[in-house]
């Protein structure tokens, strides 16, 4: 039983190879190390993201991992014309996708008074309204030759809303609306629609983060909680998990026992958990007082919003991040250095 249990799974990952797969989001932490897995798995990877010299970094370490070539494509996806290119470069050089993994993604933290509304429009660019372009581009084809995978990276912030965290988890839970939605309407066509939704990964990607209110407080908290083994998983291993799904299909993988241990507890006592919720908050960082009202600043009677998050995490932890936080920060560090994050001076 347990020889054919094993043949069985060689034989789903065996799918991979020479397949054409898209990782977006792929030059750093997640994405990287999934473009590496499907790799390693065989397939032919393309990975896209903004920073040409990221990406650069990003082909050099997998073709040093798996021996792989891999094919980089600049491409922000919060610019439709962008997007636009993106899938007709993939069809020049590829013809089309079997695999596309939607793993890019932004962070804002920082209290709402500290955040504008442009965090929130950004947030959707890049999170869902980019890759339902895509999706919606790449998917016909795959459709057409009936077989192929979607797999869309979304959170824990995309099922329950963590506070600090408001314009990342909007656009997490529309794309896990889009990513259910597509499953469904996907039934029967040989095209499966995978969404992930992990917990906190160690994956580095605080550095990247941006912050705002008081961005330095809002550093250590994050960076630390990203960090801690017993509320963060090992990334590596998640990305062998993500792909282990994708080759069996799976309609849903919950990532991390405290994410699993949150999206149960939501599910049976919603209230609770809001309320749970809103005692976390409090002990987060408050929003800058004017010193002149004694308010949040920026705050105005109309609801405007206060100094937005755009402080990198590179410079929010340089200007001074308390003992505390550098400790527990630890391992997160040590996956930032390893998985192409951003270095101590944002370089």
């Not at 021996?67 to 980089?72: A, I």
């Not at 007709?88 to 504008?116: M, Q, T, W, Y």
């Not at 994050?222 to 963060?232: D, H, I, N, V």
Request: aromatic share 4%; charged share 20%.
């Amino acid at each position: 039983m347990g020889g054919t249990m094993l043949t069985f799974t060689r034989r789903r990952r065996a799918w991979f190879r020479d397949r054409t797969a898209l990782v977006t989001g792929g030059s750093r932490g997640l994405g990287l190390l999934i473009a590496r897995e499907l790799a390693a798995h065989g397939a032919r990877v393309a990975i896209c993201a903004r920073d040409g010299a990221e990406l650069a970094r990003a082909v050099e370490d997998i073709r040093d991992a798996t021996g792989s070539r891999v094919t980089p494509f600049v491409c922000d996806l919060a610019d439709t014309r962008q997007v636009d290119g993106l899938v007709d470069a993939i069809r020049k050089d590829f013809g089309s996708i079997d695999v596309l993994v939607n793993n890019a993604g932004i962070i804002s933290v920082a209290p709402v008074e500290s955040v504008a509304p442009e965090q929130f429009e950004a947030a959707m660019d890049v999170m869902f309204l980019g890759p339902m372009r895509l999706t919606l581009a790449l998917v016909p084809d795959m459709r057409a030759r009936g077989d192929g995978r979607v797999v869309n990276v979304t959170s824990i912030g995309g099922r329950i809303a963590a506070p600090h965290l408001l314009p990342y988890d909007c656009a997490k839970f529309a794309a896990v609306g889009f990513s259910e939605g597509l499953r469904a309407e996907l039934a029967g066509s040989g095209v499966s629609v995978t969404t992930v939704v992990p917990g906190l990964m160690r994956t580095g990607s605080h550095r990247a983060a941006r912050f705002g209110g008081q961005p330095e407080k809002e550093y250590a908290w994050f960076a630390a909680a990203a960090s801690l083994p017993l509320l963060s998983m090992d990334a590596e291993r998640a990305a062998r998990a993500i792909v282990r799904a994708a080759a069996r299909r799976r309609a849903e993988l919950v990532l991390t026992p405290a994410a699993k241990a949150a999206v149960l507890a939501h599910g049976i006592f919603p209230a609770t958990t809001v309320r749970a919720l809103a005692l976390a908050t409090r002990a987060l960082p408050d929003a800058p007082a004017d010193p002149q009202t004694g308010s949040p600043a920026g705050s105005s009677a109309d609801g405007g919003s206060g100094v937005s998050a755009d402080v990198p995490g590179t410079v929010a932890r340089e200007r001074g991040t308390p003992a505390w936080s550098r400790k527990a920060a630890v391992l997160g560090e040590r996956a930032a250095r390893r998985f192409n994050e951003p270095g101590p001076q944002g370089t």
